[in-house]
């Protein structure tokens, strides 16, 4: 996923649903975008300050692994959402052939996301900011997404954002939605070691949603 994406030269994933409905019948195979739940446990615990009944939303899930590991960890409240529909049926057939019953899955847009203000304590992102960027440009789709995910975080909630992205290409990003904002954000940002592919490290953004007053 190159960061220099032009919009004459978008990746396939640029097609919209279809291409992702397409991939999905392709091959049911879980497949996990950058880290894995393993490598992100140790941030995870460290967000929940061990509390598993924090309420988790997996934005972009796909057929990752992340909603059933992190169920089988210990966290109950976990609510998955795809645009695609096809990934969405896989995933509730699959969970139905397991004794995971309190998991979620929904087929929504991250552009429109249709739940209540102050809904979860924790929102993961796994590349899913990346894809927007390839296919809208820099400016693109990414505002609407994060204005809607800090509408839907809990105050003291977290934005956990795994992203092939360097700081300079992300961190204004988050930055620009301090403005005319309720709410102030801080941001801890860490780098992951490239243990997956050869791609060179992954960048772990960590946006904590915080009261002005």
């Given amino acids: 996923m ?3 994406e032009s919009d004459g030269d978008l990746p396939g994933y640029g097609g919209g ?26 941030h995870i615990d460290c967000v929940s300050c ?8 997996d934005a972009g899930c796909g057929n990752s692994l992340l909603a059933e590991q992190l169920y089988d960890d210990g966290y ?9 529909q096809v990934v969405v049926q896989q995933m509730i057939a699959r969970q139905q052939q397991t004794a995971r019953p309190e998991l979620q899955w929904l087929c929504m847009d991250v552009l429109e996301m249709s739940f209540p203000d102050s809904s979860f304590d924790l929102v993961i ?3 899913l900011l990346d894809t927007l960027m390839c296919t809208s440009g820099p ?14 975080l809990r105050s003291r909630g977290t934005l ?8 300079e290409t992300r961190e204004y990003l988050f930055e620009l939605q301090r403005r005319d904002s309720e709410f102030a954000f801080k941001l801890y940002t ?19 949603k915080v009261p002005l007053f």
């Fill in 139 to 152: 400016a693109g789709d990414t505002s609407a997404y994060l204005q809607g995910v800090f509408r839907i």
């Fill in 190 to 208: 860490c780098e992951l070691p490239a243990h997956h592919d050869a791609a060179g490290p992954h960048y772990l953004y960590l946006v904590v």
């Fill in 17 to 42: 649903t279809s291409y992702w409905d397409n991939r999905y019948l392709e091959s049911t195979a879980p497949f996990d975008w950058l880290e894995t739940y393993s490598d992100l446990r140790p």
């Fill in 76 to 84: 109950r409240n976990i609510t998955s959402i795809d645009n695609s």
């Fill in 160 to 167: 956990m954002c795994v992203s092939y992205g360097k700081p």
């Fill in 50 to 57: 061990g509390n598993r009944d924090i309420s988790i939303l």
């Fill in 125 to 127: 992102d796994k590349s």
């Fill in 2 to 4: 190159s960061e220099d």
